[in-house]
């Protein structure tokens, strides 16, 4: 159950980072069909990869596409803030 849970949280940010690809992109999802099951995968993560899968099948509905985005690469997360201050509390 733990597992689930932490791909539940993985495949939420990889949704997230693939809307903010497809906005900048817009080819990219002309090439995806309407009503389409998308599914994330992870190069080389093939326990998630499985998991995800696994999940798209057991909520697909019958003759749904099913498009398998596959993420080759993945920058690192990064923080915005530029500057910060510490007080220690006396």
Do not use: C
């Amino acid at each position: 159950m733990k597992r689930a849970k932490l791909y539940i949280e993985k495949n939420t940010m990889l949704v997230r980072e693939f809307d903010k690809y497809v906005l900048e992109h817009p080819e990219f999802a002309e090439q995806i069909p309407n009503n389409a099951l998308v599914v994330m995968q992870i190069e080389g993560d093939e326990e998630f990869n499985a998991w995800a899968r696994e999940a798209a099948q057991s909520i697909r509905e019958p003759d749904t596409p099913v498009v398998y985005v596959k993420i080759t690469e993945l920058k690192p997360v990064r923080s915005r803030i530029e500057k910060l201050k510490l007080e220690l509390a006396a």
